[in-house]
């Protein structure tokens, strides 16, 4: 059975999020950053503990410190150097593919 909630703090309050509102994890240091549309909040499990816990489905690890959900991308581009950078539905940031990770956009 996957992950069907995550418990993240936001400031003081512990908030449970809903794991299909989740756009993307970051590994940020000691901690993992979820971030929904509305919302960036902190946990304290890495990604590797992480990506076992999740459905591969619907969330595919691009890069050793970055989980997204799949249903979250609006696409992929290539930056200057030639890196794949995936976009993501709602949000500005861009995320890094990593070489070993690329084979999950050949048939995009």
């Known amino acids: ?6 418990q993240a703090t936001v400031g003081q309050a512990i908030q449970m999020i809903p794991i299909d509102e989740v756009l993307f994890f970051i590994s940020d240091e000691k901690y993992t950053r979820v971030q929904t549309a509305t919302l960036e909040a902190l946990i304290r499990k ?9 459905d591969p489905e619907q969330f595919w690890q691009i890069h050793r410190g970055t989980i997204v959900n799949a ?13 794949q950078l995936v976009l993501i ?3 500005t940031e861009k995320l890094e593919v990593s070489r070993n990770y690329t084979h999950l956009f050949k048939q995009m």
């Open 89 to 91: 539905k709602g949000h």
């Open 71 to 83: 249903k979250a991308i609006a696409g992929v581009t290539r930056d200057f150097r030639g890196r």
């Open 46 to 54: 890495p990604i590797k503990e992480l990506s076992d816990e999740l």
């Open 1 to 6: 059975k996957y992950l069907q909630w995550i």
